[in-house]
C-alpha cells in the first residue's frame, strides 16, 4: 500500500500519556505517525501519580525523566501503616541501587506527564495530532488499516499501515475488533479528594506514599507538588450519595486527622475500580495498548506504569514490522510479553494489594504486618520484595520471552 499525503504508517488513537508516549518512540524512530484524541485538550482529571523506577529509566532517554523530576517529589521510600497508632513497615527503595538509574518512586500528576509528550510531539515532523477527533469506524484488510475520524459532526477517512487502540478502558478499537474484555468490577467505590493540608506535621514518620489501615477501614495519602491526594473508602452499608456529601466527606477527613474547623477540598472524584484483561493484545494489523487492553485497582500504582511499558515494547514491534522487514507476527511477540505480566503481575499484585488492605480484623492486620516488617528487616528479602512491586521484575521476564 502506497501511502497518501494525508495518511501515515501508524495510526493511533487516544492521545492520553500510553498514546502520545507511544507516538514519540515512533516519530522519533522515523515512522509517520498520526494521533487522534476526542478531548479538546489534554485532560486535567485526578488520575494517576506515581511512577515507578524502570518507567523513569525508560523515558530518561526521551529526555522526558529529567523534566519530570523538577515537576514532581522524590520518594524515596512509602509504608503501610495503622492508624492512628502509627506502627509501620517501610519499604527503603534504595535497596535498588544498581538494578535502576531510578531507586525511588516520583510523585507527579499523570497530566503532567502527558503535557511534556505532546509539547515533544509537537516538534517532531514526523507526527501530527488532533484534538476533539473521534475515531468512531475501523475496518482493515491485508494491506491496511482505514479509520473513520468524525470532528464536530463530519467525518473523514484515514488509512495506515497499521493501527493502535490506546483509547482506554472504553475504547471503541478494542470493541470494533470484538476483543472481550473480561474481568469484574469491585464492589467499593473509592473517594479521591485533594487538599493541602501538611498531614506530614500531624503523622510522625508519614511517607509520600502511604497505605493506612483504620478502625473498620481503610484510606491511602499520596503527596504530590502542594497537595495531598487522599483515597476514602467508604462504608458499605451506607447510601454511596450520601457519602459523597460534604458532610460524610468532612468525617472521613477527622478520621484522619481529628479537626475542629472544616477541611478545606480542592478536588474530589469517585470511581470503581476494574480487573479486566483482553485475550489477545493484537487483531490483525491492530494492536491495543495500556488501559484499552488492561485494568487494574490503583494500588500500588501500577496501572499507567504498565500503560507506558507497553508502549515501549509495541513501539519497537511497529518500527521492526515498518522499517526492519520483520514479518506482521510480530505484533504476537509483544502479546506474548506484555499480556502474561499485566495478568500475573500488574493485575494480581494489585489484587493482592487491595486485599491486604480490606482486611478487617484487627488480629489479622497486626499478622500481616509483623510480616511487612520482617521483609523490610532483612535487605536481601526487601530487594527481592521491591524488584516485583517496583514492576522491574516484570519487565525482565518480558524482555526474556522469544
Known amino acids: 500500500m502506497s501511502v497518501a499525503q494525508s495518511d501515515c504508517e501508524v495510526i493511533i488513537s487516544g492521545a492520553g500519556p500510553v498514546g502520545l508516549c507511544l507516538a514519540l518512540l515512533l516519530a522519533r524512530a522515523g515512522v509517520s505517525t498520526r494521533v487522534f484524541e476526542v478531548e479538546d485538550v489534554v485532560s486535567e482529571d485526578l488520575r494517576a501519580s506515581t511512577f515507578h523506577p524502570p518507567t ?234 495500556g488501559d484499552a487492553a488492561h485494568l487494574n485497582s490503583p494500588s500500588g500504582g501500577m496501572g499507567l506504569n504498565g500503560g507506558l511499558q507497553d508502549a515501549f515494547e509495541l513501539s519497537h514491534a511497529l518500527i521492526d514490522i515498518l522499517h526492519n522487514g520483520v514479518p506482521l507476527e510480530r505484533l504476537d511477540l509483544y502479546d506474548r510479553r506484555r499480556r502474561p505480566v499485566a495478568r500475573d503481575q500488574i493485575i494480581a499484585q494489585a489484587d493482592r494489594n487491595r486485599a491486604r488492605m480490606r482486611e478487617k480484623d484487627p488480629t489479622r492486620r497486626i499478622e500481616m504486618l509483623r510480616e511487612l516488617q520482617a521483609i523490610t528487616g532483612d535487605r536481601a528479602r526487601l530487594r527481592d520484595y521491591l524488584l516485583k512491586s517496583s514492576m522491574i521484575d516484570g519487565l525482565r521476564q518480558a524482555a526474556a520471552i522469544t
Not at 507538588?225 to 473508602?233: E, N, T, V
Open 56 to 289: 523513569l529509566d525508560l523515558l530518561e532517554p526521551l529526555g522526558i525523566t529529567r523534566q519530570l523530576l523538577t515537576q514532581g517529589l522524590i520518594c524515596p521510600h512509602w509504608q503501610i501503616r495503622l492508624h492512628p497508632t502509627g506502627e509501620r513497615a517501610v519499604f527503603d527503595l534504595s535497596v535498588l541501587a544498581g538494578e535502576t538509574a531510578h531507586p525511588y518512586r516520583l510523585q507527579v500528576e499523570q497530566w503532567k506527564l502527558s503535557k511534556l509528550l505532546l509539547a515533544a510531539l509537537i516538534s517532531e515532523p514526523l507526527a501530527k495530532i488532533e484534538f476533539g477527533a473521534s475515531v468512531d469506524n475501523l475496518r482493515q484488510d491485508e494491506n491496511g488499516v482505514t479509520v473513520g475520524v468524525t470532528r464536530n459532526g463530519e467525518q473523514s477517512r484515514y488509512r495506515a499501515l497499521l493501527a493502535v487502540g490506546a483509547d482506554g478502558a472504553r475504547s471503541f478499537i478494542r470493541r470494533a475488533l470484538e476483543i472481550p474484555f473480561d474481568g469484574a468490577t469491585y464492589p467499593e467505590i473509592t473517594l479521591l479528594v485533594t487538599t493541602t493540608f501538611p498531614f506530614e506535621d500531624h503523622l510522625e514518620g508519614l511517607s509520600n506514599v502511604t497505605y493506612c489501615w483504620k478502625a473498620g477501614g481503610n484510606f491511602s495519602l499520596l503527596k504530590v507538588p502542594g497537595r495531598w491526594r487522599a483515597s476514602i473508602y467508604p462504608r458499605e452499608d451506607l447510601p454511596i450519595e450520601e457519602q459523597l456529601a460534604d458532610k460524610m466527606i468532612q468525617a472521613s477527613m477527622n478520621d484522619i486527622v481529628p479537626r475542629d474547623e472544616p477541611w478545606d477540598i480542592n478536588e474530589k472524584r469517585d470511581y470503581r475500580v476494574h480487573q479486566r484483561i483482553v485475550p489477545t493484545y493484537r487483531k490483525g494489523r491492530v494492536a491495543l495498548v
